[in-house]
């Protein structure tokens, strides 16, 4: 049985570790209000933070498309999500210059790396 001492203590760890196991997860503050970037206190307050999962749908923000010589474009999104907090992640599926503004997506994880990270990224949901 792991020991205290094996539990995440940062807020990188504690995000990685649910992102392994296929979760979106966010610190929140007492009365639910996000905080991110995360944290392990609420700004301010100094109040610990409670981790909640996502349900991992939302809307992209802001979008542009990075283009790199001999590399297709690569796209870079802020997606809103609906909890209420913003993160920058990429839209898979769509070319990465058609991505719009708007447009509804949601959370999926990529196969794990060598370190056994997974990295959250956002997919249009159908009709989108």
């Known amino acids: ?14 995000y990685a570790a649910h992102c392994r196991a296929g979760r ?9 209000t996000p ?9 301010g307050t100094g109040e610990p933070v409670r981790w909640l999962q996502s349900a991992g749908r939302g809307t992209v923000y802001t979008t542009t498309a990075l283009h790199a010589r001999d590399a297709e474009p690569r796209n870079v ?4 999500l609906d909890e209420g907090y913003r993160m920058m992640a990429r839209v898979d599926g769509v070319a990465a210059d058609a991505v719009e503004i708007g447009a509804r997506v949601s959370v999926r994880f990529g196969d794990p790396d060598e ?13 989108a």
């Open 35 to 43: 905080v991110w970037p995360p944290s392990l206190v609420v700004p």
């Open 77 to 80: 999104a802020i997606v809103e």
């Open 115 to 127: 370190s056994g990270a997974r990295l959250p990224y956002f997919a249009l949901e159908p009709g």
């Open 1 to 14: 049985m792991p020991d205290a001492t094996d539990e995440p203590r940062s807020p990188a760890a504690i």
């Open 24 to 32: 979106l997860a966010y610190p929140a503050a007492p009365d639910g």
